[in-house]
């Protein structure tokens, strides 16, 4: 009996982990839309930060907003936040009200919002990417004076993204 136990918990264990997926179609899509060619892509985490950053302010601009300056006590936030999602192998806004409790102390910030993004690979698809989701959109678009914008790359060189607006009188 031992004997076809072992092989039929075996082959149970592989169908049932076979079957589960944590990866979301819109994330698979978004990791299909950087990787396109096979062809090994070189990130500066840092000069996407820029980028991102100038691209974010440029659209703004382009609807009548104003531009959004730099808050770098927030950065250590989106870092964090940036390293919890790779640890998790996911996107998330988990643990974003504890998040943004601290930032409105440190900065007396009246609100803050963030978006995450991971796998872009430029700063215009990142970008695009959040113009075309509309909680996304929204953040970008707000009543916000402040942001920042922590790039960092997983183990496989992959990137993550948490860009945090903030508002301060």
Not at 26 to 49: F, H, M, R, S
Not at 105 to 132: C, D, F, H, M, P
Request: proline letters at 4%.
């Amino acid at each position: 009996m031992k004997k076809i136990y072992v092989p039929l918990m075996a082959m149970a264990l592989l169908f049932v982990c076979g079957q589960c997926s944590t990866t979301s179609p819109e994330e698979e899509q978004e990791y299909t839309e950087a990787q396109l060619g096979n062809e090994k892509v070189t990130i500066d985490p840092v000069t996407l930060e820029d980028e991102i950053v100038n691209l974010v302010n440029q659209h703004r601009n382009s609807i009548g907003l104003g531009p959004l300056q730099d808050n770098p006590v927030s950065y250590k936030y989106a870092e964090e936040h940036n390293d919890y999602m790779i640890s998790k192998n996911k996107l998330s806004h988990d643990n974003f009200e504890s998040r943004a409790t601290k930032i409105a102390q440190e900065t007396q910030a009246i609100s803050v919002s963030e978006n995450v993004a991971r796998y872009y690979t430029t700063a215009q698809k990142t970008v695009e990417g959040w113009l075309n989701s509309s909680s996304h959109k929204k953040a970008m678009e707000g009543d916000y004076t402040h942001t920042t914008l922590s790039v960092q790359l997983d183990k496989e060189g992959r990137p993550y993204f948490t860009q945090i607006f903030i508002k301060v009188e």
